[in-house]
Each structure stands twice: as structure tokens, then as C-alpha cells.
């Protein structure tokens, strides 16, 4: 049975022969809460974080005693300790905090560094000479070419880098880099204009001899060396001075294509507003403007006798079920069942319930459900007409009964209090005439 309010003794009644919760392993802790280990035989208490065992100081300290450098004084069973300073080795580091302390010069011995201690690092003639400094003049610097570390090497800047470079010995200039990208990017492809595909026989040359990568556009169709060649499909160059007569030697794109199928990439028609309705065409596309046309209205949503038009979800939202039409249904709240009013709403089994039980309460009895995880008192109506009920009050998952404050107020109406907030609908209230 749970104790759900506090429990007033007026400051005379006792609680006598009363024996602490024992446990044979500490719970989690509660502030405020006592606990007695069976396993120690110790009463515990819990201060929010931990749980904290009672004992007397004597049976946490036995004896305290001082030392060089500390005195210990011991009055009304309470031991002071003081740090003692002689103004030698330790000394208070301000007058005004004798609490705090430093070390005097006195106090502490010298230690010496050994000899290996610290590590010298000598630049040898193997790494950077006055030699290789000189040579800087020279279009060098002075670096290292290879992996790791080692002697370093006299490295060259180039400044041209048209011929073929082989190995990692040199660096080379921002100049040279861009005249080199510059001679590369120049011998790429670019547009060369139309091609008539049905008079030529042979592939097309650039101006000037053709670039790998020039291109051409098909104005005309036409077959050329076998290759049949559609009006906007591209010929591309894939080497430089591209074959004529080799097919091999070129690249082709194809941009005029077949009808598309569920398997074939290809080109589509649209459909017409009357293909979209009916929708049976397997071979054209849907637009936009043939899915707004098969939209039904909200007008033909309330119908419902449109049968060539497909229901978004706002109109169906608004289509509400009557006794002669299908639809959408809100659901009453527990106020519009209980008034009976409203015809236009569901009633749910679980607010039939609260109806029904409340309809009984009429006849001697009242139950309802309490708790919102806020407040600590509520008024339960009854309407029993009387004073003399009886109160009880019961936890809905655990079946406990809750011991409460419980005043009858009205003859129509109770007052129950807690000590702490249930959650909502936590308890049930049941009230008997």
C-alpha cells in the first residue's frame, strides 16, 4: 500500500516499535531516505548522491596524533590540526593567510644535470656547405631528392619543360608550368562547325590539321564509312590527324534517337489531355498541365462521382462522412460525449467508458481517472447528492491503494490532496454512497 500525502502526528503523537525498511543490497539512493544492510548490520541514509552510513565519529576515527611540523589539539571530542612553521623550511607565503605555505631557498638540496642530459646538434660538411650556398647564383637550391633523411644535393630549376623529364633532380619555374599547359591545352579539339553526313563520303579534317578532341555537329543525315549518322548526333576526334576512312579513330554521339520503351533510352511524346484521363497510353509522357486536369476538384471529391480523376489529400480531408456518404470522421472529445449534442463526431470505447461509468455514479457510485503531473489537488464531481461516500483511490498499473488526504467538500464533490504530483491518469478515484 502506497503512501501518497504526508502524515501529521501534531507534534505529540510517537511512532513506536517501528523497525527501518530492510534490504539485502543498497537501491538506487533518494534524498532523505533510511535504509538498514542486513549484510552489515548499518542503517544507511542517502543525501541525493549516495547513500551514507551511520556511525559514530569514534567509529571512523580512532585517534589522531601529530608530528614533526604538525600539533594536534583534541577538545569536546573535536581534533584541530595545525601545520606548524618555523620560518626555516616553511614559512606562511602572507601574513594575512596562514593557511598557505612555501618552501624556503633552505629547504630544498641541488640537483645536477649529468652530462648527457642535453644533446648537441652539429650542421656537418655532409648536409649544407658554403660550397652549395654559392651555388645558388647558378639557378640551384640546396635540398634533398630522395626519400628520408641523408645528405642534401645541389637541385637545379628548370625553365623549359618541353622535352622529357625522367628524374626527380630538379624544380622547375612558375613560367615554365605555364607556358608548358598552355602548349598542351593549344593542341586540344575545339568546335569545327557542320557536317553534312549525306554528301560526304569520308570524315571530316580540321582547319589547320585535326586536334584531338575537335568535334563536329551532323546537319544533314547520312551514312560515312558505314556509320550511320542522324542530324544533331557529334563526331569527335580521339587522336590527333584522326583517320578519314577509320572509324576506329573517332568517337560518336548519338542525339537523335528511336521512340523510348521501358527498355530502350530513346525519345517520348506527350500525352493529350484525353490520353491523360483515360490512362492507357504506355508510349507517352504525362505533363504537368495533364496531371492539374486529372486533379479532381473539390466539388468532384465531394461528389464522388468523378471517375476519370485521381484525390489529393486536401480534398479528401475535407470530404466528411455522413449517414449517407462516405468520408473522413473527427473524433469527439470527452466533454461532447458526455453533452450528447454533437452529431457529426465518433465516439471512441474509451470516452464510452467515462460516459457510462459516470452515468452509473448516478446510482451509487462514481469512478474517474486523476493526475496531469503538475497539480497536487483535485476536485472530483461526484454529484451523489451526499456527504457520506466512501473514498478510495488505487494506482492504474500497479493496483496499490494510495493513502491520501481526502476531504469531502460538497455534497457533490471531494477535495483529494498529494504529496507529490502524479503523472497524467496515474490514479483512479472510486466514490460509493
Same mark, same amino acid.
Given at each position: 500500500?502506497?503512501?501518497?500525502? !504526508?502524515?501529521?502526528?501534531?507534534?505529540?503523537?510517537?511512532? #513506536?516499535?517501528?523497525?527501518? !525498511?530492510?534490504?539485502?543490497?543498497?537501491?538506487?539512493?533518494?534524498?532523505?531516505?533510511?535504509?538498514?544492510?542486513?549484510?552489515?548490520?548499518?542503517?544507511?541514509?542517502?543525501?541525493?548522491?549516495?547513500?551514507?552510513?551511520?556511525?559514530?565519529?569514534?567509529?571512523?576515527?580512532?585517534?589522531?596524533?601529530?608530528?614533526?611540523?604538525?600539533?594536534?589539539?583534541?577538545?569536546?571530542?573535536?581534533?584541530?590540526? =595545525?601545520?606548524?612553521?618555523?620560518?626555516?623550511?616553511?614559512?606562511?607565503?602572507?601574513?594575512?593567510?596562514g593557511a598557505a605555505v612555501r618552501i624556503m631557498a633552505g629547504g630544498v638540496g641541488t640537483t645536477q644535470l649529468a652530462d648527457?642530459?642535453? =644533446?648537441?646538434?652539429?650542421?656537418?660538411?655532409?648536409?649544407?656547405?658554403?660550397?652549395?650556398?654559392?651555388?645558388?647564383?647558378?639557378?640551384?637550391?640546396?635540398?634533398?631528392?630522395?626519400?628520408?633523411?641523408?645528405?642534401?644535393?645541389?637541385?637545379?630549376?628548370?625553365?623549359?619543360?618541353?622535352?622529357i623529364i625522367s628524374a626527380h633532380d630538379s624544380l622547375v619555374s612558375a613560367k615554365a608550368v605555364k607556358d608548358y599547359v598552355?602548349?598542351?591545352?593549344?593542341?586540344?579539339?575545339?568546335?569545327?562547325?557542320?557536317?553534312?553526313?549525306?554528301?560526304?563520303?569520308?570524315?571530316?579534317?580540321? *582547319?589547320?590539321?585535326?586536334?584531338?578532341?575537335?568535334?563536329?555537329?551532323?546537319?544533314?543525315?547520312?551514312?560515312?564509312?558505314?556509320?550511320?549518322?542522324?542530324?544533331?548526333?557529334?563526331?569527335?576526334?580521339?587522336?590527333?590527324?584522326?583517320?578519314?576512312?577509320?572509324?576506329?579513330? /573517332?568517337?560518336?554521339?548519338?542525339?537523335?534517337?528511336?521512340?523510348?520503351?521501358?527498355?530502350?533510352?530513346?525519345?517520348?511524346?506527350?500525352?493529350?489531355?484525353?490520353?491523360?484521363?483515360?490512362? &492507357?497510353? =504506355?508510349?507517352?509522357?504525362?505533363?504537368?498541365?495533364?496531371?492539374?486536369?486529372?486533379?479532381? =476538384?473539390?466539388?468532384?471529391?465531394?461528389?464522388?462521382?468523378?471517375?476519370?480523376?485521381?484525390?489529393?489529400?486536401?480534398?479528401?480531408?475535407?470530404?466528411?462522412?455522413?449517414?449517407?456518404?462516405?468520408?473522413?470522421?473527427? #473524433?469527439?472529445?470527452?466533454?461532447?460525449?458526455?453533452?450528447?449534442?454533437?452529431?457529426?463526431?465518433?465516439?471512441? *470505447?474509451?470516452?464510452?467508458?467515462?460516459?457510462?461509468?459516470?452515468?452509473?455514479?448516478?446510482?451509487?457510485?462514481?469512478?474517474?481517472?486523476?493526475?496531469?503531473? &503538475?497539480?497536487?489537488?483535485?476536485?472530483?464531481? !461526484?454529484?451523489?447528492?451526499?456527504?457520506?461516500? !466512501?473514498?478510495?483511490?488505487?494506482?492504474?498499473?500497479? /493496483?496499490?491503494?494510495?493513502?491520501?488526504?481526502?476531504?469531502?467538500?460538497?455534497?457533490?464533490?471531494?477535495?483529494?490532496?498529494?504529496?507529490?504530483?502524479?503523472?497524467?491518469?496515474?490514479?483512479?478515484?472510486?466514490?460509493?454512497?
Amino acid at each position: 500500500m502506497k503512501q501518497g500525502s !504526508h502524515i501529521d502526528f501534531g507534534k505529540t503523537a510517537q511512532i #513506536i516499535n517501528v523497525k527501518l !525498511h530492510q534490504v539485502s543490497s543498497l537501491p538506487a539512493v533518494w534524498e532523505g531516505g533510511f535504509l538498514y544492510l542486513t549484510t552489515d548490520k548499518t542503517v544507511y541514509y542517502g543525501d541525493g548522491t549516495a547513500w551514507i552510513p551511520v556511525k559514530s565519529i569514534a567509529g571512523l576515527i580512532s585517534s589522531v596524533t601529530g608530528g614533526v611540523g604538525i600539533t594536534v589539539q583534541v577538545t569536546n571530542g573535536v581534533a584541530k590540526v =595545525t601545520l606548524v612553521t618555523d620560518g626555516t623550511t616553511l614559512e606562511p607565503a602572507s601574513a594575512s593567510d596562514g593557511a598557505a605555505v612555501r618552501i624556503m631557498a633552505g629547504g630544498v638540496g641541488t640537483t645536477q644535470l649529468a652530462d648527457n642530459s642535453v =644533446t648537441t646538434i652539429k650542421v656537418t660538411d655532409k648536409n649544407i656547405t658554403f660550397n652549395k650556398i654559392q651555388d645558388i647564383p647558378t639557378m640551384t637550391v640546396v635540398g634533398r631528392i630522395a626519400a628520408g633523411s641523408g645528405v642534401s644535393s645541389a637541385i637545379t630549376i628548370l625553365t623549359d619543360l618541353s622535352g622529357i623529364i625522367s628524374a626527380h633532380d630538379s624544380l622547375v619555374s612558375a613560367k615554365a608550368v605555364k607556358d608548358y599547359v598552355a602548349s598542351v591545352v593549344g593542341g586540344l579539339g575545339t568546335l569545327e562547325g557542320a557536317f553534312d553526313a549525306n554528301a560526304a563520303t569520308n570524315f571530316p579534317v580540321g *582547319a589547320g590539321g585535326t586536334k584531338k578532341g575537335a568535334y563536329w555537329y551532323v546537319n544533314v543525315a547520312g551514312t560515312v564509312q558505314g556509320v550511320a549518322l542522324n542530324i544533331g548526333d557529334v563526331l569527335i576526334a580521339n587522336k590527333v590527324n584522326a583517320s578519314t576512312t577509320s572509324a576506329a579513330d /573517332w568517337i560518336f554521339l548519338e542525339t537523335n534517337r528511336d521512340q523510348a520503351t521501358t527498355t530502350t533510352l530513346g525519345v517520348i511524346a506527350l500525352s493529350t489531355q484525353a490520353e491523360a484521363r483515360a490512362m &492507357s497510353s =504506355t508510349t507517352k509522357a504525362l505533363t504537368p498541365s495533364n496531371l492539374n486536369d486529372v486533379r479532381a =476538384t473539390n466539388a468532384e471529391t465531394q461528389t464522388g462521382t468523378a471517375t476519370d480523376r485521381f484525390v489529393t489529400p486536401a480534398s479528401l480531408s475535407s470530404r466528411l462522412a455522413t449517414e449517407t456518404n462516405t468520408g473522413l470522421i473527427e #473524433i469527439a472529445t470527452q466533454a461532447e460525449v458526455n453533452a450528447g449534442t454533437d452529431d457529426t463526431r465518433a465516439v471512441t *470505447a474509451a470516452k464510452l467508458k467515462v460516459y457510462t461509468e459516470g452515468l452509473l455514479g448516478s446510482f451509487g457510485r462514481f469512478v474517474a481517472d486523476i493526475g496531469n503531473g &503538475s497539480a497536487t489537488t483535485f476536485t472530483v464531481t !461526484h454529484n451523489l447528492g451526499t456527504k457520506n461516500v !466512501h473514498v478510495e483511490i488505487w494506482d492504474n498499473a500497479t /493496483w496499490q491503494t494510495i493513502l491520501c488526504d481526502v476531504a469531502r467538500t460538497t455534497t457533490s464533490a471531494i477535495s483529494v490532496s498529494f504529496a507529490a504530483a502524479p503523472t497524467s491518469n496515474e490514479y483512479k478515484v472510486f466514490i460509493m454512497k
